[in-house]
């Protein structure tokens, strides 16, 4: 197996240690997990429509230390699920130079994922090109203490605006072109750490489709190689 494979795999629902124990079910040679933040404000799903590993439900508690671990291995690792009966119990990587073991959690300590019920109608959907998903990293870097950014619609023009208020501040404007669709709408906010960390986990990307809802739900889901990825942010309180 590529390294690289895993840790991408890892990378895009960790998303900079946001998300750190998760249930990864594997099956017909393929991975899909479910994931949450702690405080529930972003839901997400990971799938990988290809990787050499038996039927398993994996409990991994520390992906961080998993990824330490692999950070030190070779570009061709060797994974092995030790099991005790049908419960896996370890992971055995091997590269050329070391062989590591990482415990499995069982599966009954990890919180199920909630489910959205519904789905509020999208007041903007917008494919994001590689480009935009660039400058909204590199902006919300430079303003590196704003914690927010708002979608905005005003005139038919939408923008996305990091560090957006009503006063007077430090801010950073993107407009955005082609909507596939659009409603106008005053602003909505969300978290700019978490997105900026979605677009990092998904740099690879050549497009993004974005969803806002007026109603304060985001959506973002990418496409890239055999790799399908899903968050939902709900929307934050700022300075309304």
């Known amino acids: 197996m590529y390294k690289n494979v895993l840790e991408r795999y890892l990378q895009k629902y960790s998303l900079n240690g946001n998300v750190n124990s998760v249930v990864m079910d594997i099956k017909d040679k393929k991975a899909n997990c479910r994931f949450k933040t702690q405080d529930n404000s972003m839901l997400g799903e990971v799938k990988l429509n290809k990787i050499e ?20 291995m070779d570009d061709n690792i060797t994974i092995q699920v030790k099991k005790a009966g049908n419960k896996p119990y370890q992971l055995k990587i091997n590269d050329n130079n070391v062989k590591a073991t990482f415990a499995l959690a ?40 704003v914690e927010s950014f708002a979608v905005v619609n005003e005139n038919n023009q939408p923008e996305i605006i990091i560090g957006w208020k009503r ?6 404007t993107i407009p955005l072109q082609n909507s596939d669709h659009s409603d106008l709408f005053s602003h909505v906010l969300f978290n700019a750490d978490i997105v900026r960390d979605i677009f990092v986990a998904n740099k690879e990307s050549k497009t993004a489709k974005m969803f806002v ?3 304060g739900l985001l959506k973002l889901s990418f496409e890239v190689d055999n790799f399908q990825s899903t968050y939902y942010v709900s929307a934050c309180k700022g300075d309304d």
């Not at 998903?133 to 590196?144: G, P």
């Not at 006063?167 to 950073?172: C, G, H, K, L, P």
């Open 167 to 172: 006063i007077s501040s430090n801010t950073i």
């Open 213 to 215: 809802s007026k109603d």
């Open 53 to 72: 590993l038996d039927d398993f439900k994996l409990g991994i508690l520390d992906t961080a230390g998993l990824q330490k671990m692999l950070n030190i």
């Open 106 to 145: 069982d599966l009954n300590i990890f919180e199920e994922p909630p489910t959205l019920k519904k789905i509020p109608k999208w007041s903007l959907e917008q494919t994001l090109t590689n480009k935009e998903i660039q400058l909204f990293v590199k902006s919300k870097n430079a303003l590196s203490h």
